[in-house]
Each structure stands twice: as C-alpha cells, then as structure tokens.
C-alpha cells in the first residue's frame, strides 16, 4: 500500500539523490479534473504514485441531511456530472426503497431507457478522454459528436444538457416528448457504424495496443481487493454486474431484458456484435482490457435500449408521479448500490420519520477504482500513468462530492 | 568601386572575437551548463571560421560532432548526475596558475608552428579567393580509399606508360591505377573499436539492480 | 549577385544587400511557411475531426487565423518563473529558431546548376549540404534542452531530456537514409542530387531501386521523429508533461519555439523532396518540353527555374501535410517504444537499405527505376561529364582548361569547380574511382 504524503517537502528530503518528486495535478491536463497525483520518480520510472483527493469537495452530504430527497437530485446530478442521469437513478431509488414503492411499469422501462443511454454518453467520454490521455485528439472528438446526440435527447426530455435531474423519486419529471422514441431508435442505427469507427481508431491501433496492452494489470483477487466495480472489476474477468446479482429492487427495474454481463469467461467476451478480437499482447486486466469492456457496454446498452424502446411502447400505465416534497420518509434506514457506469453506486440514507433525511451519504465507485493506482502504477514509466488512471476513469466530482 | 570592406577578414576576425570571447566566458562562468552554451558558441564560431575558410566539410563537422553530439551528451551527463539544480563551479586560486601555465605553452607552440607553414603566409587575395574553389570534401573520401589526390595530375602514371597499347590504356585510364591499401580499413577499425569503448563503458556503468 | 551589383555601387554596400536579400527570402519563406502550415494543421486538424476549421477570420477560409493567433501572442504577458535562469530562458527560443532558420541557407530551391545552365537558387552554395543541413537541423535541440533546464520547472527538464534522448539516437538513421542518395548522386550537394534526378519521374531516387524505397520511408519516419512531431511529440506530450520543455514559456518566447518546429518541418519535408522525390522536377519535364531551359535565354531558364521552386514547395508542403495528417491521427508512443523503434527497427532497416543499395549500385550502375529504364543521356552527362572531359582533353594537364568540352555538356562547363576559370585535380577523382570500381 502506498502512505499518504501530509507534506510532501517533507517527503523531498528524504528522497534519495536521484530520485525526483513531482506532483502531477491538480492543474495537469491529464488527471480527469482536479486529482493530485504525488509521483516518486527515478528518472522515467515512478517508484511510488499517491492520490491526493479533495479539491472538488462540496459537502454534499452534508447539504443532503438540510435538504428533501427531491432537492437533492440536483447535488446527485454534481457528482458523477458524466453520468448524471445514473446518479439520479440511484438516489431516487434508495428513497423508493426506504419508502418500499414501485414505480409503474412504464416508468421502469423509461428509467431503463436512460439510464442506459447515460451510460453510452459516460462510456463516450471514458473513451474519448482515454484518447487524449494517450496523445490523440481526433477520436475525442468523434466521441463528443455522438455524445452531443445523446445530449440533444436528454435536453428534448427534460431540458438540460449536463445535470439534468431528471429521474426523482417516485418516477421521472416528464414523460417522453412525442416522437422521441424514433430518433432514439434513429441515433442507435447511426451509432452501431460509428462504434466500428472508433475500433479501427483506438482499439485495434497498433500504437494504441502498444500504450495499452500489459500496462496496469489488475489480476481478479486485486481487483475484488481493493473494491473495484464496474468496467475496472469486468475488466480483469470478474463476472459481477449489479444489474444481474444486485439487490431485487434493483434488478427488478431489468426483469425480463436479455443482457450477458461483459466479462471474459473462458478466453472470450460474449459475442453478440461483430467487434474486434481481443490482441495477443493484451493480458486480461490490463488498460486495454478496461477499455474494451467499455466498449463493449456501449453495444450492450444499445441492445438494452432497444429492448427498452419496445417495452415501454407496450406498456400502457403512467411513468410515475414525483414524490411530494412535504411527504414525511418512513423511520429507518435504506442502502442501495446501483451499477453506474463507473461501478456500483451506493447511495444510503438514514430517516428519522420527518421529510429530511437525517443522514445521506454516497458511495463512490471512482473512489476505489482511483486507489488502485498506487498498486498499478509502481515500477511504471510516466507516460503510463496516463494510460492507466484513464483506464480507471474517474470521476473527481464522485469522489470528492 | 571602393574596398571599404575587405569581408574574409572581416569575418574571420569577427568569429574569431567570438570565439575567443566565448571561450574566456567558459573559464569565467560557474554554473556548468551556462559554460556549455559558452563552449557551444565558442565552437561554433570556430565551425564558422572553417565555412570562412571553404572547408565545408569540416565545418560541418564541427557543428555536427562538437557543437551537436558533444554538447547534449555533455549537458545530458550534467543532468543525469547533477544532485542540485544549478550546478556551480569554483575555480581554485592554484588551478588557476597551473591552467594559465599550461595553457601559455601550448600558445607558445602554436604560434610558431602557425607561423613556420610557408604556405600560410604571403598570400595575396587573389589567391585566398581561389582557395574556396577547390576545397571539396572529396579528396578526404578519396584518401580513405587509398588514392593519392595530391599526385593526380602527374601526367603519366608508371605503368600506363609500360602498356603497349597506349590508345586503349587511354579509353580506360581508370583501370590501370593500382589498387593501394587506402585508409579506410584502419579507419573503420579505429572506429568500431571505438564503439567497442562505448559499449563497455555503458555496461560498466549501467545501474545494478538487486535481483 | 553580388558581383553583378558591385558593378552598379560599393562593393560592400553590394554585399550588404545581396546578403539582405537573401536573409528576407528565407525569412519571409520560413515565416510565411509557418503562417500556411499553421493554418493548414488547424484546417487538416478541422477536416480530419468531423469541424470546419477556422472560418472567420480573414475571409471565407479563415486564412487569417495564425495572423490573429500571433497578434494575441504578442500581447499575452511575458511570463518567467522565479527559479528560471534568466539568460538561458530568455535565449533558448532563439537558438532553436537560428538552428532551424540556418537549415535554409544550404537548401537549394532549384537547381539547374547542370541541365538548365546556371547556378542553383540557394543562399550560399556548400557543396557538403546535405551533411551541412543534417549538421545544423541536430542543433535545435539544444535550444529544446536549454529551455528545459533553464525554466526551473520538473516537466520541462523530462520534455528536454525526452528531446535528448530521441533527437540523438534518431539522427543516427536518419543520417543513413540520407546517405542513400548521396550514394547514388555521388555527391553530398543538395543541387547536384536534384539534379540527378531530372526527367520523367522514373528517374525520381524512391524509384531508384526497391532499397531507396524504403529508405525513404525510414527516413521519412526518422525526421517525423527528429522534429518532435506525433507520434513522436514526446518532449511536449501534453498528456504526460503538461507541455514538455516549453511549459513555462509564454506569448512571443513560446510562438518562437512553434517557428522553429514548422520551420524544421519545412526543412526536412525540402530535403526529403530534394533526396527522394525528384527536387525540383515535376514527374513529367514540362519546363524541358516548353523550352523553358538555358538554351533559349536567361528569361526562359528563369521561368523554368521558378516552376522547378513552385514544384519544390508543392511536394514539401505534401510532405508536411502528411505529418499534420499523421500527427491527427496516431496516438503518441512511450519513451522507450520511441528508442525501441529507432533503435531496433528504423537503424538496422536503414544499414540494410544502405548495404543493399551500394550492392544495387554495383550490379546496375547506370539503371533507374527498379533497374527497369535507362538513366536519360542529359543525366549521363552529369556523371559522367568531368571525366568524358579528361579523356577528350588527353593526358597533358595544360590542355585541360575547359576551352575544348563540346557544347552539347553544358553540365561540364558549369561545373562548380570551373566556374573559377581553373579545374581543380579533385574533379576527376569520383568518375575515376567510379570506374575502377566496376
């Protein structure tokens, strides 16, 4: 386990001569927002990385227990701001929880919809940003096109672009427009070339391979260790998704959609799309890896979509009436983790029978996936810690809250 | 029209300042690498007094051997094994006194042999100007293969005369040049040697680790 | 020039401007380069990204647009951090601009020296150039390390040790693919190896044999690499090293190092046109078809000289294009796999390539294009001109004045060498050697 540094002049003494200590961050255009990395070098190779978090700290928290569930949506919305519509999703259902409601089917399939379209916008920009991480601007780009696409359904649903506060509890603010259903259906057909775009770019470059492949390999244990979830868990071959093995008020929501976790089994990815072999350099939990569970959910969660679009044109009920904001919360307490697209989201809130909760607290996935780096990057050369904080893809606003 | 300005001595004595100057700095300065950027002023001047004086080739290689390739090693040796961040340098009183001692006999040398080439002296500008007509840098190649450019315009080689076919001997000139040893091979073996030092001094001074 | 005007004025006051003008021509070619090739890598950049590029500024393609980035750097303030060395930080942009605006004055940006009768446009003649060019473009590094060490920041000493360690060890193949061509012009002048390649485009030294075909490539790849362009932008890895050796630098210091950058690109985009791709000849003679030679007047060589300078910067700026391209499309190399390239793949191809084409040479001395066609009579001439003359004139040195050549060798008569009024013993050496060897 790498120590934390309180005061890293005092670190700078005790370095041996010709070892350097450089602070990457927190204004560093590689580190994802404000994280601080305190690397130990000894010329090109780090001996030691230290996460320094806390610039981004806004008490959410603390803000949740002055605040109704409802006005906290927006503060969710702040956390992981690339998947705000996924941190919406888990806060109102840890309330629904606690309150024992079951938003109508409708709803369900709604929630379904976006929640898995945040998850492509998310996925996106790890994708994009892992780009320029790795010295290429253009897919970033790319990766932005069709993010704006997504962004321009959200805005037709609920009218924002980045905090949408869109899903509340009890169901969602507004149902969807007319028509929004076919140019959802249309930005899916006009996705499934671009994903092939993005593969001859990044996944299958041989540079791309070559900055990625072996580089932070995480084997399962570590990864299960050290509380990693999500793409970083799948990534190194750990068959846990909490859309499948989460708790029933949660999986509920995926009752009935066909969906095969994205985790190698057996040598193999489970091949529902024509995509890319995995390359020979390329060890299972290694940057490449994470990267290319990534990818794959994109193409599962448009296949979700997809289900979800028909569904929710069957169902006949009402999307879920918002809950009153006077509306007392039961005594007691809920928690509930959700599979966001960085990982399992917790979110837990503590009632003592008045309409503001008196304890709300997250549990950020970002925050384990960021202390694996201390394991990961030791003994690696500077330019890989940008490959492999980009593969972690972290989200400072989720971390720091 | 008028001679104002005479410019080979104009520029000679102008790189040469430099040069000069530039080399005193090296000597006066204390941080390490502002004596580099000296010296490679220094050398480069001196790179520019051989383009002045129509030796291109040397020139060049001035500019690529010492200004370029010794120069970043040199400043690459600093930083890989300066422990502060600007390194300085004191000249002690007594090392003072044994460089000017050493350095004046080596000037008191020079001089004289400067002065004592015949060739060097008496030229007048006619001559200076044809100098840089001439001064290719292939004859150096031609030296390494072992052909004598100084004895090129003899006009009869011994054996071209012992062949009884005159005319054809005439055709094909070339051929009839006996093939000598040339300089190549030696040179080629001082330099792989060379780079057999390289070598060895890279695996001896490489870092030990552990395990 | 200056001679001719030393008729009109003073001789040095005829030198002054000779000189001047030459100094405005590079300048402005260097300058007005780095305004184009600024544009065109934010237009290329634009395309290649799905955007439109600058739009704006200065009409309907925003060609204005590094026009309006300068003047906004001319007013950004002239930053220096407290630790800095004050000199060095203030000079090192400079010397990498000098080392990379030196290049130029060997270059020659057409030639003609030998078919079309005159002397090759170039600032000053050095008949080493390609050594001399080589030599000089290896110098900007040391502004790069400079910079780096004087900005007392921890990323800009890596950029510029990153900027050592690959500029050093990249020169090395570089400098072999060079000397491929050379080997087949036999010669180092940068004017006489364009020249060589004179004609239809078989004649071009990619096409001389499949070994220079791949030189070019290595090289090619060595001088994306020796500039510091993608995937080889190590020294300034933003991703990595903020902004590499030039992170502490701002306003008109940090543009000057961008100069210097396009100005090399430019530089060995020229050099690769002149060694591999046929200088300033088009791939069909049309200057030759239209009479545009020395034969019919100095206004006619000329203007044939000026469409061989226009075909010279149209092929350097599709030489730089293809590095923007590149730069736009390939994700940036670690340190090591930049090392491991160049020393495991871009050297050992690169002394293969020079081994095979000295054998290539040997076996088909007079060949071009793949050995499949002829090399064309008028650059026969070329080579084979000096020592034609020493035969013609006998073996009696007095006879060899040059007066007796047939008109038809105009590449004779303007050889370098004679345009002294004397023949130097050295001319005739390579033929001979050249002939002894087969």
């Not at chain 1, 030691?48 to 906290?72: C, D, F, M």
């Not at chain 3, 293809?322 to 499309?329: D, E, G, H, L, Q």
């Not at chain 3, 080579?383 to 047939?406: F, I, K, L, M, Y």
């Amino acid at each position: 386990m790498s120590t934390l540094v309180d005061d890293p002049r005092i670190m700078e003494f005790d370095v041996r001569t010709d070892e350097m200590l450089i602070n990457m961050g927190p204004q560093h255009p590689s580190t994802h927002g404000v994280l601080r990395l305190v690397l130990r070098t000894d010329g090109e190779v780090v001996s030691e990385v230290t996460p320094q978090i806390g610039y981004l700290h806004r008490s959410a928290e603390k803000i949740g227990e002055n605040l109704v569930p409802r006005q906290w949506i927006p503060y969710t919305d702040r956390m992981d701001y690339l998947a705000a519509m996924n941190m919406n999703l888990g806060w109102a259902l840890v309330i629904e929880k606690l309150m024992r409601y079951e938003p109508p089917e409708k709803g369900r399939h709604l929630r379904v919809i976006i929640a898995e379209l945040g998850r492509i916008a998310s996925h996106l920009v790890a994708m994009g940003t892992y780009g320029l991480d790795l010295g290429t601007f253009s897919p970033f780009l790319y990766a932005f096109r069709e993010r704006e696409k997504i962004l321009d359904l959200f805005e037709e649903v609920c009218g924002a672009r980045l905090t949408y506060s869109y899903i509340t509890v009890g169901g969602v603010t507004a149902d969807f427009p007319s028509g929004w259903l076919q140019k959802c259906e249309a930005f899916l057909d006009q996705l499934v070339p671009v994903i092939d775009e993005y593969h001859a770019l990044l996944t299958t470059n041989a540079i791309f391979i070559k900055r990625t492949a072996s580089i932070g390999t995480m084997s399962p244990e570590m990864a299960i260790d050290y509380g990693c979830s999500g793409p970083v868990l799948r990534g190194s071959g750990v068959d846990h998704d909490l859309r499948r093995d989460g708790e029933d008020i949660y999986t509920a929501m995926y009752d009935g959609y066909a969906f095969e976790v994205v985790a190698e089994k057996d040598g193999h990815y489970p091949r529902d799309h024509q995509y890319p072999a995995v390359p020979h350099e390329a060890r299972l939990g290694d940057s490449w890896h994470r990267f290319y569970v990534r990818m794959l959910e994109v193409i599962q969660s448009m296949d979700l979509i997809r289900q979800g679009i028909d569904r929710y044109s069957l169902a006949t009920d009402g999307h879920g009436e918002p809950m009153k904001l006077t509306q007392k919360l039961p005594k007691g307490e809920a928690y509930l983790e959700t599979e966001a697209p960085r990982g399992q989201m917790g979110f837990y809130v503590v009632s003592d029978g008045n309409a503001i909760p008196w304890r709300a607290r997250a549990r950020s996935s970002s925050f384990s996936n960021l202390w694996i780096t201390g394991q990961l990057c030791r003994g690696c050369l500077i330019a890989d810690i940008p490959s492999i904080v980009g593969s972690l893809d972290v989200v400072m606003g989720e971390i720091d809250r | 029209m008028g001679e104002a300005i005479y410019w080979p001595s104009f520029f000679f004595l102008l790189f040469a300042a430099v040069a000069c100057a530039f080399a005193v700095a090296v000597l006066l300065a204390t941080n390490i690498v502002r004596m580099a950027f000296y010296l490679v002023v220094s050398l480069s001047a001196t790179a520019g007094l051989f383009f002045l004086a129509g030796a291109e080739f040397v020139g060049a290689m001035q500019l690529m051997i010492y200004v370029g390739g010794t120069m970043v090693l040199l400043i690459f040796g600093v930083m890989l094994t300066s422990q502060e961040r600007f390194v300085e340098m004191k000249t002690w009183s007594g090392d003072w006194v044994f460089a000017f001692l050493i350095g004046a006999m080596l000037l008191m040398i020079l001089i004289p042999a400067a002065f004592s080439v015949p060739q060097w002296s008496g030229l007048d500008r006619a001559e200076v100007a044809s100098v840089s007509e001439v001064n290719m840098a292939t004859p150096l190649g031609m030296g390494l293969l072992g052909v004598r450019v100084d004895q090129l315009d003899r006009p009869h080689q011994p054996d071209v005369a012992a062949q009884p076919d005159g005319a054809e001997s005439q055709k094909e000139p070339a051929r009839q040049v006996p093939i000598q040893p040339g300089y190549l091979l030696l040179f080629e073996i001082v330099s792989v040697h060379l780079l057999v030092v390289l070598v060895g001094a890279a695996y001896l001074a490489r870092a030990r680790r552990a395990n | 020039m200056a001679l001719y005007l030393s008729n009109f004025m003073w001789s040095w006051l005829a030198y002054t401007i000779a000189a001047l003008v030459h100094v405005v021509l590079i300048l402005s070619l260097v300058a007005g380069g780095a305004l184009l090739f600024i544009w065109l890598e934010r237009k290329i950049s634009g395309r290649i990204q799905d955007r439109l590029g600058p739009t704006r500024v200065g009409g309907k393609f925003g060609w204005l647009q590094t026009l309006a980035d300068g003047l906004k750097l001319l007013t950004k303030e002239d930053l220096m951090p407290e630790g800095a060395d004050r000199m060095l930080f203030r000079l090192a942009p400079y010397i990498s601009f000098a080392a990379s605006l030196a290049a130029y004055i060997a270059i020659p940006f057409a030639g003609g020296a030998y078919l079309l009768g005159a002397a090759p446009w170039v600032a000053q003649h050095v008949n080493v150039g390609v050594f001399f060019v080589l030599a000089v473009l290896g110098l900007e590094v040391f502004g790069t390390i400079l910079a780096g060490y004087s900005s007392a920041s921890k990323w800009s000493l890596f950029g510029a040790m990153r900027e050592a360690a690959q500029v050093v060890s990249y020169e090395v193949p570089l400098g072999m693919c060079v000397v491929v061509p050379v080997l087949i012009a036999g010669s180092m002048d940068l004017s006489l190896i364009g020249d060589r390649q004179a004609g239809l485009f078989t004649n071009w030294l990619i096409f001389h044999d499949p070994f220079t075909f791949i030189a070019f490539w290595v090289y090619l790849t060595c001088a994306t690499a020796s500039v510091n362009r993608a995937p080889f932008d190590l020294a300034e890895a933003e991703s990595e090293l903020v902004a590499g050796f030039h992170t502490e630098y701002s306003g008109l210091r940090w543009s000057f190092f961008f100069m210097a950058e396009y100005g090399s690109m430019l530089s060995v985009s020229l050099l690769a046109v002149i060694l591999f791709l046929g200088a300033w000849h088009g791939p069909l003679p049309i200057a030759t078809w239209l009479g545009l030679t020395a034969e019919h007047g100095a206004i006619a060589m000329n203007l044939g000289k000026l469409l061989g300078l226009i075909n010279l910067l149209l092929k350097a700026v599709v030489g730089v294009s293809v590095m923007i391209w590149v730069r736009w499309t390939l994700p940036r190399l670690r340190i090591d796999q930049v090392i491991t390239t160049c020393l495991k793949y871009c050297t050992p191809i690169a002394a293969g390539m020079l081994l095979g084409a000295t054998l290539w040479q040997y076996q088909f001395p007079s060949r071009s294009f793949f050995g499949l066609t002829e090399v064309p009579q008028a650059v026969y001439h070329l080579r084979e001109g000096p020592q034609q003359a020493v035969q013609n004139s006998g073996s009696s040195p007095e006879s060899r004045e040059g007066t007796d050549v047939p008109e038809d060798e105009i590449a004779t008569v303007n050889h370098p060498a004679r345009r002294g009024g004397q023949v130097s013993a050295s001319d005739t050496i390579p033929q001979e050697s050249i002939a002894r060897l087969r």
